[in-house]
């Protein structure tokens, strides 16, 4: 025989998890399509200089949400593998301070696993029709194809090997969606991947640094 207290819960607990199945696709589809909305100005009236003065006024909140954008495919107006870099020599005092060197790396993957993420769920409740035909998603339909191949072959493993890599990056996000991945193990291992990317950006940038003398 169970009490109220103990209904109570679960009722609470039930009750949330309608909620979410029922509002949450709804809610990934509308703050993707403010990001779009975002992308889409911002390449209209920004370019690589923006960014920079984005990231010099309003520091890492500035580069989690451009690499939110660049996370979700929707970063038109700056080169994302310019932003760690530029973000470093804009707000790190010296090359040798690691701890903020760090905290941009890790606010970058986590803003790009956020837009990856948002753009995955897309893929997973629309499908692929309905991706190709939107004119903000420039990725082919031959690309794509291609891209499905990879995860077919190589499953799970691609998504954080192809975000760490300058020409792939976030390119499996969408087969991974297609294929249904768990969500969970989608952010995990597009998360390693990112921070892996945004590392060897960072570390390439230092070098690039030291050896000028700066």
Not at 137 to 164: I, M
Request: no cysteine; hydrophobic share 55%.
């Amino acid at each position: 025989m169970t009490t109220d207290v103990d209904e109570e819960p679960r009722n609470a607990d039930g009750g949330l998890r309608w909620v979410l199945a029922e509002y949450g696709p709804l809610a990934i589809a509308v703050g993707f399509a403010l990001l779009a909305v975002a992308g889409i100005a911002l390449f209209l009236v920004g370019d690589e200089s923006l960014a920079r003065s984005f990231l010099d006024q309003y520091g890492v909140f500035a580069l989690f949400a451009i690499l939110v954008l660049e996370g979700a495919m929707l970063l038109y107006f700056a080169p994302s593998e310019a932003l760690v870099p530029a973000s470093i020599q804009l707000l790190a005092a010296s090359t040798s301070d690691y701890a903020t060197i760090a905290t941009l790396v890790l606010v970058a993957a986590v803003g790009a696993t956020v837009g990856q993420y948002a753009l995955f769920t897309l893929a997973k409740r629309t499908g692929r029709e309905w991706l190709l035909d939107r004119t903000w998603f420039r990725v082919s339909d031959d690309r794509l194809e291609r891209f499905e191949g990879w995860f077919d072959r190589w499953g799970r493993a691609a998504v954080p090997v192809s975000n760490a890599l300058l020409f792939t990056r976030g390119m499996l996000t969408v087969p991974a969606g297609f294929a249904e991945m768990n969500d969970g193990e989608f952010v995990v291992l597009s998360f390693v991947g990112s921070v892996v990317f945004q590392t060897w950006l960072a570390l390439a940038w230092l070098g690039v640094l030291e050896l000028g003398g700066f």
